[in-house]
């Protein structure tokens, strides 16, 4: 089965951290770009950080300095630090990752930063 597996969400408080994790199942082949994305209550999803298969990465800026996206190539696991974290930061993280063929999704992970 094909599917990304995601892990790490959680309760912490503001100015806490948190890593997220997904594993790419191992019948997904040529993994080309990953990426976070994330979506709070009653807004539209948004791209949290991405990275390519070269290590190449992109922020939106409101996360920029505080969150750090890496990835084991070999594994195809992909990662997310996360510093210094806001109430603003509380939202549903999905994983998403693409190959020549498709687009995957993770099942989301839920984060919530309290004040």
């Known amino acids: 089965q094909e599917e990304l597996v995601e892990s790490g969400g959680g309760l912490v408080q503001a100015g806490g951290s948190l890593r997220l994790s997904c594993a790419a199942s191992?019948?997904?082949?040529?993994?080309?770009?990953m990426g976070w994305y994330r979506q709070a209550p009653g807004k539209q999803r948004e791209l949290v950080a991405r990275?390519?298969?070269?290590?190449?990465?992109n922020y939106a800026d409101a996360v920029k300095g505080r969150f750090t996206i890496s990835r084991d190539n070999a594994k195809n696991v992909l990662f997310l630090r996360m510093n210094s974290l806001k109430s603003e930061d509380t939202a549903v993280y999905y994983c998403?990752?693409?190959?020549?063929?498709?687009?995957?999704w993770g099942q989301g992970s839920q984060v919530t930063v309290s004040s």
């Open positions: 191992g019948t997904i082949f040529s993994i080309n770009n």
């Open positions: 990275i390519t298969s070269a290590g190449w990465t």
């Open positions: 998403n990752a693409e190959n020549p063929w498709r687009v995957y």
